[in-house]
């Protein structure tokens, strides 16, 4: 008898796992798609307006030159849309065969997915494209998306994004990220202070500014150096096309 009921127990926490499973899988769900005259979904309202006008500028030419249709979608959280056993690439993948961007007999569509609470990216490309530009999705996602991310300019690294899969597509050569202003403003700064450092050193010697400059660098760097490594461990265009063409993911 006991054997009986450890069976039926066994049976019925399997049977729970399975609609559990299939509840979990049944609540994924997808932004809606744009208006026509867009090729953006900003849920995570990541980008600027300027920015937004200048990613349906670029995607609006893709598609009327190359028929070649490009989106961007940015998400709060994959969570938001029950997708956090699916991953960014296994999200990505649903909605782009979800919304069915490009067309069976050109299936050549390119998808932008940001989530920004889960600090992931993903490039989804369209079957068409059959993992031929893996390495040059990822070339984009590292030098053009990623580290703009990484400095908190979303926008940029976005817009930065659309303008080299636009590249990618056209078979042109990548283009170069966007260096905001205050990068040259603390580049020349930083030079101008390094020639008045210089200076100091051979002028006044120990008795200047700069040997307490070097010092504190010094400290600086020792603590630096200690906590490395301690980080947390962690519109047209809508044809019936279907993904698994290849792609690059990023997190940062």
Same mark, same amino acid.
């Given at each position: ?28 769900? $997808? ?13 995570? =309202?990541?980008? /600027? ?6 990613? #349906?500028?670029? *995607?609006? +030419? ?14 709060? +959280?994959?969570?938001?849309?029950? *997708? ?12 782009? #065969?979800? %919304? ?6 050109? #299936? ?7 989530? *920004? ?9 369209? +079957?068409? $494209?059959?993992?031929?530009?893996? *390495?040059?999705? =990822? ?6 998306? !990623?580290?703009?991310?990484?400095? @908190?300019?979303?926008? /940029? @690294? &976005? /817009?930065?994004? !659309? ?24 580049? &020349?700064?930083?030079? &101008?202070? $390094?020639?008045? $450092? &210089? ?9 200047? %500014?700069? %040997?307490?400059?070097? +010092?504190?660098?010094? !400290? ?25 063409? @290849? ?6």
């Amino acid at each position: 008898m006991k054997r009986y009921i450890r069976q039926g127990i066994l049976i019925l926490v399997v049977l729970l796992a399975f609609l559990d499973a299939g509840k979990a899988f049944a609540e994924v769900t $997808f932004p809606d798609k744009p208006p026509p005259q867009d090729f953006f979904v900003d849920r995570a =309202n990541l980008i /600027t307006e300027k920015d937004r006008q200048a990613i #349906n500028q670029t *995607a609006q +030419a893709l598609l009327r030159e190359q028929r070649i249709p490009l989106f961007v979608v940015t998400i709060d +959280a994959l969570s938001s849309y029950g *997708a956090s056993g699916l991953g960014i690439d296994g999200y990505a993948r649903e909605l782009f #065969n979800h %919304w069915g961007i490009g067309t069976p007999e050109r #299936n050549f569509g390119i998808l932008l997915l940001v989530s *920004a609470g889960d600090r992931q990216a993903r490039i989804q490309l369209g +079957a068409g $494209f059959e993992h031929a530009h893996d *390495a040059q999705s =990822n070339d984009i996602m590292q030098s053009l998306i !990623v580290p703009a991310f990484k400095r @908190g300019d979303y926008s /940029t @690294g &976005i /817009t930065d994004g !659309v303008r080299g899969l636009d590249a990618m597509a056209r078979g042109l050569q990548l283009p170069m990220p966007t260096v905001p202003m205050w990068y040259w403003i603390v580049l &020349i700064g930083g030079a &101008i202070l $390094f020639i008045a $450092f &210089i200076v100091n050193l051979f002028k006044n010697g120990k008795s200047g %500014w700069a %040997w307490a400059l070097l +010092a504190m660098l010094g !400290v600086a760097l020792f603590f630096l150096m200690r906590n490395a490594g301690k980080g947390d461990g962690s519109s047209g265009g809508f044809g019936g096309g279907s993904s698994d063409g @290849g792609g690059a993911s990023g997190s940062w």
